[in-house]
């Protein structure tokens, strides 16, 4: 089988991170059990209180390290009592006595760790960090000027057609009438999306020409002059990033991570950002009403037929406004040619039967694992740069 014949279906991505859980959730007493890519991983912290996360299927006889315990710093299975520290390694098997030597394939996959914006996140994959795609940067967070909120939510919608959604100016005007959100005048609407590429993704910014180009109720506070601009990207599959300048000095710019959980579900880390009306007083204002907007959206996407991006482009009717949704997909086409695309088919088959995890760096270090890694599309180095996903209408 060929990439080109592979339906889209669920595009799946190892060698990016993934936002696991918010770090006050992952703690050094119980572990903590996520489902992200339709696999299993436990969080907790260790004794330096590093948050480390795990393939959370125990390799003696499959017991969910999740639902056990932490001790000393490690997670202990429920099951047998096998223990396995931070990096993966099993330090102890209560059945073979604390003297005994320990099987060599006792091991589970660890995954690096970053922890920021209050998110534990976990890069799932195997490169070595020099080659890893970055964990999109927040060069605003932490400075005194800019106030930042997260919400966690989940949604019955697939990953792709969420990223989609932040990339598409125009829905703004539709899903979004009373909710503050900029919206393009119609002139602007017939012209391409004016995108451009940056590293690992691709983005568009567009300045406010004039007065009707921002229709918003927040405008009514501003206290700039200038009239603003906003735009948004998408770096990797799942981090996108949209920045709503009403002026110079009023800025509201929010940075969703997001989880696909499986083929219909996804949890979003949404880090939103301001650096006006930082006073505590307006947080529980601007929480309702971004949320607000948040549902929105969510009522529109998990009403979407079907769930998944259809294969080909054929079964949409694309337009100059979605081009930058179009560039995502070119994006996704990279990924699959370097061989990081999950491959969905064999996985289905295999899912029940065998115990799966995404392969960790130290996959290429040392062999000899027990579970089996996820079935990979092989890449396809032709399609990777040259072939369009489709054709502008
Ligand atoms: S299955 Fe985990 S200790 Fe036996
Ligand atoms: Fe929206």
């Known amino acids: 089988m060929t990439g080109k014949d592979v339906r889209r279906s669920f595009l799946m991505y190892i060698n990016f991170w993934y936002p696991i859980a918010r770090s006050s959730d992952v703690t050094a007493e119980k572990p903590l059990r996520v489902q992200l890519l339709m696999l299993p991983f436990v969080a907790f912290r260790d004794e330096d209180g590093q948050a480390r996360v795990l393939a959370d299927t125990c390799v003696h006889r499959g017991g ?10 490690c997670v202990v299975c429920p099951y047998h009592g096998w223990t396995f520290s931070g990096d993966g390694k099993c330090v102890r098997v209560p059945s073979l006595g604390d003297d005994s030597k320990l099987p060599a394939r006792a091991k589970v996959d660890s ?12 890069f799932l994959g195997d490169l070595p960090e020099s080659e890893r795609p970055p964990l999109y940067d927040i ?3 932490g400075t005194g000027e800019w106030k930042s909120q997260l919400y966690v939510f989940e949604l019955a919608a697939y990953y792709e057609r969420s990223i989609e959604n932040g990339l ?34 691709s983005k568009f910014y567009i300045p406010f ?16 002059e200038r009239l603003g601009a906003a735009g948004s990207w998408h770096q990797g599959p799942n981090q996108l990033v949209t920045w709503i300048d009403l002026t110079a000095t009023n800025s509201f710019h929010q940075y969703l991570f997001e989880a696909p959980v499986d083929e219909g579900h996804t949890r979003i ?7 006006w009306l930082t006073e505590e007083r307006h947080d529980q204002r601007i929480e309702e009403v971004t949320l607000k907007v948040v549902h929105e959206d969510i009522g529109v996407l998990e009403k979407l ?30 990924w699959d040619a370097r061989g990081w695309r999950v491959d ?9 039967d065998v115990a799966m995890a995404i392969p960790s760096p130290a996959r290429r270090e040392s062999g000899n694992w027990v579970l089996d890694t996820v079935p990979l599309l092989p890449g396809d180095a032709a399609e990777a740069v040259s072939k369009p996903v489709g054709k502008r209408a």
């Open 64 to 73: 969910s390290l999740s639902a056990g315990w932490v001790k000393h710093g």
């Open 111 to 122: 995954y690096p760790v970053q922890e920021r914006y209050g998110i534990v996140f976990a």
């Open 139 to 141: 060069e605003e967070f």
């Open 168 to 201: 598409d100016p125009i829905h703004n005007e539709f899903v979004h009438p009373a909710q503050g959100a900029p919206m393009l005048s119609p002139e602007r609407q017939r012209e391409p999306v004016p995108v451009e590429d940056i590293p690992w993704g």
């Open 209 to 224: 020409g004039s007065k009707k180009d921002l229709n918003t109720a927040l405008a009514s506070d501003r206290t700039g």
């Open 269 to 275: 880390f949404f880090v939103n950002m301001r650096n």
């Open 305 to 334: 037929n079907p769930v998944r991006t259809p294969d080909t482009n054929t079964k949409e009717i694309l337009v100059p406004s979605d081009y930058a949704v179009v560039r995502y997909r070119e994006w996704l086409k990279k």
């Open 344 to 352: 969905m088919k064999a996985l289905r088959e295999k899912l029940g």
